[in-house]
């Protein structure tokens, strides 16, 4: 009977030593890495609501995911430095907001998967083979939609009947300016304005671009929103309250932060969805398998608090499509 009761509790030993520590193999302590433009403080919204997604599916920062950032803060040179960085920590999935993170990621990596939470033209930058079969470890979600650009000239001539000039500020590197300044042009042809292209490469060029728009009496001005520009919305929001131009941008952050309107894709739903994919790809789904999605959501933000400093008297038509009125 002894040899029994200790045989039996020597089973029992060994049982409750081995269900944890096999619990423990199978749960896996999954690295994301992030690849932004933006500046770490505040959390940028969209970053903030991909980890409420994530945890929607049931990923807990701490339990069974670990976030590794990297913030460029709008210095270009920093996104092949912070790439290798989370390649060499071996993370997982990459994460990468805007073109000039990804094909940086890119550069540094053709194994990990890397995840777009939004971009400009992956096809024309060669990071996807196609948005419907992008091969290769690149998937996620592009920005692009050339009625975009069409209808934001719209929406400034139905504000400003009498419009003839248009300044557009523009980065020009990796992305889609070029695609968006062209559709640009094409669609302010057909209304009878003329734009006004502002090539901006460095920061310390902002100044001489307002100068010029306003010397040359621009009614108007267009910022391309992306990873060069964002992290100066502030500066170049404030240089066009000085001068008194109105503005118009792609997303929500630029209205709130001042500019007239922002009519674009919604970045947060766009973001929202990007936790989906990596919930995929962690579970075993190849990138090469994930289609490229573009936009589906569009929202007009209009900022009637800066109509007011402005002057400007928005019409009752435009008001009543706004997504959101800022007052």
Same mark, same amino acid.
């Given at each position: ?17 081995? %269900? ?70 071996? %993370?997982? !999935? ?17 194994? !990990? ?14 990071? @996807? ?14 920005? !692009? ?22 300044? %557009? ?52 001005? !267009? ?54 994919? @990596? ?21 007009? %933000? ?26």
């Amino acid at each position: 009977m002894s040899k029994t009761i200790t045989r039996r509790a020597f089973c029992s030993i060994l049982l409750a030593f081995s %269900v944890p520590a096999a619990a423990q193999q199978t749960k896996k302590m999954f690295r994301i890495g992030l690849l932004s433009s933006n500046r770490s403080s505040p959390m940028p919204p969209t970053i903030e609501v991909f980890r409420q997604g994530l945890r929607e599916l049931g990923y807990v920062e701490g339990k069974n995911i670990l976030f590794e950032y990297r913030f460029t803060e709008g210095k270009e040179e920093r996104y092949a430095i912070f790439a290798a960085e989370l390649v060499s920590l071996a %993370v997982d !999935i990459i994460v990468t907001q805007g073109t000039a993170a990804t094909v940086a990621a890119k550069q540094a990596t053709n194994t !990990i998967p890397i995840i777009v939470g939004g971009a400009g033209d992956l096809v024309g930058e060669g990071l @996807v083979a196609s948005l419907a079969r992008p091969g290769g470890n690149v998937t996620g979600f592009t920005n !692009i939609d050339p009625d975009l650009s069409a209808k934001r000239v719209q929406l400034l001539k139905e504000i400003f009947p009498k419009l003839a000039r248009v300044a %557009v500020i523009y980065h020009g590197g990796p992305g889609g300016d070029q695609e968006e300044l062209r559709e640009t042009h094409t669609a302010a042809k057909t209304l009878g304005v003329q734009i006004q292209p502002l090539h901006v490469l460095e920061p310390d060029q902002f100044q001489s671009a307002y100068a010029t728009m306003t010397k040359e009496r621009a009614q108007a001005l !267009i910022i391309f929103s992306g990873s060069f520009t964002n992290p100066h919305r502030r500066e170049l929001l404030d240089r066009a309250a000085k001068v008194r131009i109105p503005t118009i941008s792609g997303n929500l952050e630029w209205s709130e932060a001042g500019g007239l309107i922002s009519y674009g894709h919604d970045r947060r739903d766009q973001w929202r969805r990007a936790a989906t994919y @990596v919930d995929k790809i962690l579970k075993g789904t190849k990138p090469a398998d994930l289609p490229v999605q573009q936009p589906m959501k569009f929202e007009l %933000v209009i900022n009637l608090k800066t109509a007011k400093q402005l002057g400007v008297t928005v019409p009752p038509q435009v008001l009543a499509r706004a997504d959101r009125i800022i007052r």
